[in-house]
């Protein structure tokens, strides 16, 4: 059933869509300018993306087998199945009246994106709660089979790998348009080069690692590995020890037992500075970027250990994968919203050149679209081969993205396993996942 987790996962992302859309509209009630390129992003989004292809696959594939499996949903089936039809024209619809706005016809323009947006909503929810349940119930395993082969077709030139990026890259456009603090500016372009090719031998080995803040010890005897190239997720409560964890990694916490080893030498008793020098750069728990200094003064002090001559080329890196901070590099970083800090952050550590990356919760505080921005920002990182240890409270997106896991309870791992076995894992499940 691969083709209802991508379903669900296409209906997240129109649902977010259609929540921002809904909030930027509330801006523009309220006096805000109209944003008229976030909104042609938008429609150009869901214009291509849902009425071209993911109404069309659900028509073709999963709808007309349930038809031929129950007629129990028929009723329900013909009114999505009109609304897919309607979609094109309440897309010219909206388009119209955005034109019309222009001429200071707000008002009807937002009240015309309600109807649309709610009505979007609605499909989604019938979909989820009625449609999805009884096609696991009522499809046999070859009507899944001819399913699940349909939408992971990449070769098919309208679902297939180019379509699929032509929309990604729509939905980065959407977030990066979107105004403050709704907006994050990030996009899937710029690379920055590593020193380390991506294999499989351990790069980073932590064995009975113990900290303490004064009297309270709050790292209890913790193992860990990472191995190069890999995405390890850690996870746990508030206060479960995994931003003492990061910080012990990177030197800033002392640590009162255990060993570190990075690329096969002892780092235990080496200062924080050394560290980084050695490849190990953190985005610290709450951004923690320097207020009063502008953007780009941020990023510099990221690459303070790193030659003067490659900066300039890892700055232009840094603004071509968030093109945000690049329009308002001489602005104070405290200018930023949340999320625009959070990737400030990011593009900190990675002025760094590190061969591993510490992200201490990415995507605490953030809206959901920009939560989304942020784990987009992380796939990146993670396809170009980047070592990276994710401390998240957002169990289920981190765990999702990882190669690997470890949960922390009360400064211990009590359990650790690949992001999959993890998700899977009725323990991890109750307890992080809400399941």
Known sequence: MQAIQIIQEEHGKIWRVATTMNLVADEVDQGAALPREFFQAAFNYLEGFVDQCHHPKEDQYLFRLLRLRTDQADTVLQALEGEHRFGPGNMRELRKQLAAAQNGHCGEFTETLRRYTEGLKTHLQTEEREILPLARRTLTSTDWEAINSAFLDNQDPVFGTQAKEAYRELYHRIAALAPEPIGLGAISAGALKQG???????????????????????????????????????????????????????????????????????????????????????????????????????????????????????????????????????????????????????????????????????????????????????????????????????????????????????GRITLSGTGQALINDEQVRSAYLGM
């Open 196 to 410: 380390a090719v991506p294999g499989g031998e351990t790069l980073l080995k932590v064995s009975a690692l113990e900290s303490c803040y004064g009297r309270i010890q709050a790292l209890k005897g913790v193992d860990l590995e990472v191995r190069r190239g890999e995405t390890v997720a850690l996870v746990g409560a508030n206060g479960a020890g995994k931003t003492t964890l990061l910080r012990t990694i990177s030197g800033v916490q002392p640590m009162s037992a255990g060993s570190v080893f990075f690329d096969s030498t002892d780092i235990s008793r080496l200062r924080s500075d050394k560290r980084m020098r050695a490849g190990i750069c953190q985005s610290p728990e709450g951004r923690l970027v320097f207020g009063p200094l502008t953007i780009e003064d941020n990023l510099r002090l990221g690459a303070y250990t790193q030659p003067k001559q490659q900066v300039a080329e890892d700055l232009e890196a840094v603004y071509a994968m968030f093109p945000v901070l690049k329009e308002k590099c001489r602005l104070p970083a405290g200018t930023l919203s949340g999320g625009q800090q959070q990737m400030l952050a990011i593009g900190r550590a990675l002025m760094g050149r590190p061969q591993l990356l510490l992200l201490d919760e990415p995507s605490m505080g953030l809206a959901p679209l920009l939560v989304e921005e942020v784990f987009n920002v992380i796939k990146t990182l993670k396809a170009r081969g980047m070592s990276i240890i994710l401390a998240e409270q957002n169990a289920f997106a981190a765990l999702a993205i990882a190669d690997r896991g470890y949960v922390m309870e009360t």
